[in-house]
Nanobody
């Protein structure tokens, strides 16, 4: 059993910053790509940023230059530093972890967290 838990959401004024954290725990042999996605009310879930175990990152065009994804492999944790926040960044932010299970047959799986709400408003 693998759990993915996000934290760090909240209410912030436009132009402000927030840092999200996501921890993956459980029966993990190898933790591969971790990523952040978001879903605004009435819209589809979209990719925000991903990072591989080797540190290669990708970003959505809408957050480039404002968001930074990073990870601590020793802690199975990924972070999302969000700066210069805009009202349109308001959404539920979800973390996804891709991993190889620790027990036979060592399946490659992906697990989502429950999400954390980020609200950007004055």
């Amino acid at each position: 059993q693998v759990q993915v838990v996000e934290s760090g959401g909240g209410l912030v004024q436009p132009g402000g910053s927030l840092r999200l954290s996501c921890v993956a725990s459980g029966s993990i042999r190898l933790l591969n790509t971790m990523g952040w996605y978001r879903q605004a009310q009435g819209k589809q879930r979209e990719l925000v940023a991903t990072i591989t175990s080797g540190g290669t990152t990708t970003y959505a065009d809408s957050v480039k230059g404002r968001y930074t994804i990073s990870r601590d492999n020793a802690k199975n944790t990924v972070y999302l530093q969000m700066n210069s926040l805009k009202p349109e960044d308001t959404a539920v932010y979800y973390c996804k972890a891709e991993f190889v299970t620790a027990t036979f047959p060592y399946n490659y799986l992906a697990v989502w967290g429950q999400g954390t709400l980020v609200t950007v408003s004055s």
